[in-house]
């Protein structure tokens, strides 16, 4: 028999989510996730995933993911520390401290993970944390475990920023702060003012952290905001996923020996959670290598996104102030957001809604995520339908 008062707290929340058009719906895919998905038997095109390259269907990481299950099994067997290193776990992190330009880098189970795991490696409680507005959740959660002070700074603004840092240092309350910020903000495609960042941190001696999972793959030829900017030395901790533009799964830091070291002594994913298992690894290893091989597939996105964007742009489609592939249809309502979504969605495109709470009210928006592996004539049929249903709706 369950408690009465969990499942007085369950019905009354999720109802609650519910009424406020809040629940997720999650619909399977039952094909990979590539530009087109098969759900509930219908093809779409898919405008929503952030395989950015279409490596997660890459035939040669396939085949190297299947060499790894075969020689290595399925799994690694142990946290990292007992004896769940293999030798393909140093080779990754080899290869992405070249990947990243810097002396060292740890890899972890996801990206999120890597966020819980690095900061509060690193934060305590006599430590602030100077954390832009719109960071994605797994810095939040990770700055909150960290119990160091957050103080949150306007997004993107350098003023709030410089006098937050002036306040913090001044009030000599803190033993180290950190400066915290994505590299590419996941709603609306916009770009840390990483320049004015560092200029900032080196003035007050902030710590600089750079979660770039929507920049790793996009940005730089590939490698990263922080390549981008041509800040790889100025740059304490370059955080990544493996999970997006290199299409496995995974997270790691980059940055100096040191702090890696550091952090495989004292983050705790790394200490008590199981190692990536050998497929993910190998897998993620020959996505980096591609990437430093060739800027062709990183090349193709940016063609693909600009493609994109000036099509939805030339329809009368606010898209916000985007500067990389994410490219946010920003409708308004939540209400009529949704409705747009789901109308695309019965014409074929998927194409998800974003809504307050994870949005500010009034900004809801129809995400878009145009990829390397969509062809002209998938983005050509996109834009037809946001076309039929943008005007149907009286958007555009
Ligand atoms: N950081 C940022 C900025 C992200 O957008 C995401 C993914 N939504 C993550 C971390 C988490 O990465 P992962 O999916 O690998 O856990």
Redesign the pocket.
């Known amino acids: 028999m369950s408690s009465k008062m969990l499942d007085a707290f369950l019905k009354e929340n999720l109802e609650d989510l519910k009424d406020k058009g809040l629940y997720n719906v999650i619909d399977p895919l039952e094909s990979p996730n590539g530009p087109v998905i098969k759900i509930n038997g219908r093809e779409l095109i898919n405008l929503s995933s952030n395989n950015y390259l279409g490596l997660a269907t890459n035939e040669r990481l396939k085949k190297a993911a299947a060499e790894a299950i075969s020689k290595y099994g399925v799994g690694a067997g142990a946290v990292r520390t007992i004896n769940g290193t293999l030798d393909i776990h140093i080779k990754l992190e080899e290869k992405l401290a070249e990947f990243k330009h810097t002396e060292a880098a740890i890899a972890y189970q ?4 890597c ?1 819980m795991a690095a900061i509060s490696a690193v934060m305590d409680k006599n430590d602030a944390i100077l954390s832009d507005e719109l960071n ?1 959740a ?2 939040i959660d990770g700055c909150r475990l960290s119990k160091a002070k957050i103080i949150r700074v306007k997004h993107a603004d350098m003023e709030d920023l410089r006098t937050r840092a002036r306040e913090a240092k001044e009030s000599g309350l803190y033993n180290k702060i950190m400066v915290i910020t ?1 590299g590419v903000f ?1 709603m609306d495609g916009d770009i840390a003012k990483l320049p004015e960042i560092v200029e900032i941190a080196e003035e007050f001696d902030l710590i600089t952290y750079v ?1 770039d ?2 920049g790793s793959g996009v940005l730089g030829d590939g490698a990263g905001t922080v390549k981008h900017f041509g800040l790889s030395d100025k740059i304490d901790f370059q955080i990544g ?4 533009a290199i299409g496995v ?3 790691y830091v980059a940055g100096k020996k040191e702090l890696i070291d550091w952090l495989k002594v004292r983050s705790r994913p790394f200490l008590f959670s199981t190692a990536l298992t050998p497929a993910d690894v190998v897998a993620s290893t020959k996505a980096i290598e591609l990437l430093m091989e060739s800027t062709e597939l990183n090349e193709k996105l940016w063609e693909n996104a600009n493609y994109l964007k000036a099509g939805l742009e030339k329809l009368g489609f606010d898209i916000g102030n985007s500067e990389t592939p994410i490219t946010p249809c920003i409708i308004g309502d939540e209400v009529k957001t949704q409705e747009f979504s789901k109308k695309l969605n019965e014409e074929g495109v998927y194409a998800k809604s974003i809504v307050f709470p994870t949005v500010s009210k009034g900004t809801g928006r129809v995400r878009n995520m145009p990829s390397a592996a969509h062809t002209k004539e998938m983005l050509d049929n996109a834009l037809a339908i946001y076309e039929k249903v943008g005007k149907e709706m009286g958007i555009i």
């Open positions: 996801s990206g999120f993970n966020n994605h797994s810095i994505d996941s979660d999972a929507h996923t493996l999970s997006k799964v995974g997270g």
